[in-house]
């Protein structure tokens, strides 16, 4: 079976030194929520991600071809529409699998 990925042996991690001056932000200083949500055989995402100067909302929606995105000049607005846009959807009967930080894994 072929691999659909390039195996490199000789990869070094030093390869990418532009990034080392990231700024490591500790994700609890960041404004960072996901919550699932499922709705009969549906399964959509609300997720909203904080910047230096404002916030973004995403929504995948199932019944939508493509993810939407809202960005927000202001943090407090932004948390605002998501809490009111989490508040629509259970009112439409959707459910709350889950509502923390982003999941890795």
């Known amino acids: 079976m072929d691999n659909e990925f390039d195996f490199r ?32 055989n549906m399964v959509a ?16 929606d199932p019944r939508e071809e493509n993810p939407a995105v809202q960005i927000y000049d202001d943090q407090t607005k932004a948390l605002e529409w998501f809490t009111k846009s989490l508040r629509t959807s259970l009112k439409n009967g959707w459910n709350i699998v889950y509502d923390g930080l982003p999941l890795q894994g």
Do not use: H, W
């Open 45 to 60: 995402l609300l997720c909203i991600k904080g910047a230096n100067e404002g916030a973004a909302i995403c929504r995948v």
């Open 9 to 40: 042996p000789d990869f070094e991690f030093d390869e990418f030194d532009e990034f080392e001056d990231f700024d490591d932000t500790l994700e609890s200083d960041v404004l960072m929520r996901t919550a699932v949500l499922k709705k009969n």
